[in-house]
């Protein structure tokens, strides 16, 4: 089935820019979805179809996705942006829903 | 507002069986696909089973497959799990989760509201 890869981990400083992928074979083709996840707490949408923000998501959040790699940009990161981040895609031909790995953003 | 509550996990010995229930609120639970997610202690997410909102069409992780069943009762607003044959390696928090549209099979469909979780603990 179709596989999407996340580093596990992404450190930043406050104030600068950190950048998550979710690759994938072609993985532009597709629409990419991405969940944030505090300890303890259930995930949350942050972006939909590729880079549209729910309502209560910062504009410091942002996405993109081309080729072989979605990318979750977040802009000026705060310390409360310190969470896990989940990509997730579907595979039609699975018909599997698929999720990252995860990758652990570190505010340094 | 939209609310989704989970209950029945709890600690099962290999091999036996729980059923999950997910409670939802500020919405008709057969307009929306309607998802369990997992997550083993200190991994990531896996997606489990789906069920679609109007054709009860089901989509099963292989995890999943001939062991656990995803249903719902609309007269109680309420999607279930049933969990049988249960493995070490099924000790997860579960999640039920909200989609966006009526079927997962759609690049279009994501996951807006999902639930604070039961824990199940497989273990002898």
């Known amino acids: 089935s179709y596989v999407v890869t996340q580093p596990p981990s992404v450190s930043v400083a406050p104030g600068k820019t950190a950048r998550v992928t979710c690759g994938g074979n072609?993985?532009?083709?597709?629409?990419v979805h991405w969940y944030r996840q505090k300890p303890g707490q259930a995930p949350v949408v942050v972006m939909f179809?590729?880079?549209d923000r729910p309502s209560g998501i910062p504009e410091r959040f942002s996405g993109s996705n081309s080729g072989n790699t979605a990318t979750l940009t977040i802009s000026r990161v705060e310390a409360g942006d310190e969470a896990d981040y989940y990509c997730?895609?579907?595979?039609?031909?699975?018909?599997?829903?698929?999720f990252g790995g995860g990758t652990k953003l570190t505010v340094l | 507002e939209v609310q989704l509550l989970e209950s029945g996990g709890g600690f099962v010995q290999p091999g036996g069986s729980l059923r999950l229930s997910c409670v939802a609120s500020?919405?008709?639970?057969?307009?929306?696909?309607m998802t369990w997610v997992r997550q083993a202690p200190g991994k990531g997410l896996e997606w489990v089973s789906s069920?679609?909102?109007?054709?009860?069409?089901?989509w099963n992780a292989d995890s999943a497959k001939g062991r656990f069943t995803i249903s719902r009762d609309n007269s109680k607003n309420t999607l279930y799990l049933q969990m049988n044959s249960l493995r070490v390696e099924d000790t997860a928090v579960y999640y039920c989760?909200?989609?966006?549209?009526?079927?997962?099979?759609?690049?279009?469909?994501?996951?807006?509201?999902w639930g604070q979780g039961t824990l199940v603990t497989v273990s002898s």
């Open positions: 500020g919405f008709t639970l057969s307009d929306y696909a």
């Open positions: 072609n993985i532009g083709s597709k629409s």
């Open positions: 069920l679609s909102g109007r054709h009860d069409k089901s």
């Open positions: 179809y590729d880079y």
């Open positions: 997730h895609v579907w595979d039609r031909i699975s018909d599997h829903v698929v």
């Open positions: 989760a909200k989609g966006t549209e009526d079927t997962v099979a759609t690049t279009l469909h994501y996951f807006d509201f």
